[in-house]
């Protein structure tokens, strides 16, 4: 049926849950990253379909210190593609490594290119999943 008074869903790492709520019975819904390792929270005015094909896009700048790293996840159907772009100062493009992880396994190392900027160079990758 339904659920009636308080609610608490706990989400484990790489975990994510599509939960339906009516605005007469719901008077708010809050997130907590307890972990602070980063949550997402997405509405939806309709339920959306596992097989609908849209388009969207995610802008992540990311300022990484030395010897340190940073990233982030996506979840993907089958068949989506990523396009990524990296830019750095080509004094120090030798020592930037990134890494594209495909599920547990695949991974792939990309190679820099030269960009329009005689300063820098950039990494840029398109791939299919």
Known sequence: MGISGD???VLGPS???LMQASSVFVDRVEVR???KKG???HEFHEKPEL???TNWSVVDYMIVASYSRKGFSLWLNKGSKIRMRW???ASILN???VVMIKGERKYENLLPNQTSSPDAL???RTSEW
């Open 7 to 9: 609610s608490r869903m």
């Open 87 to 89: 830019e750095a100062r």
């Open 15 to 17: 975990s994510s849950r």
């Open 39 to 41: 949550v997402l929270l």
């Open 33 to 35: 990253d307890e972990d």
């Open 122 to 124: 950039s990494l840029e």
């Open 95 to 97: 020592q930037l490594e």
């Open 51 to 53: 097989s609908f094909e």
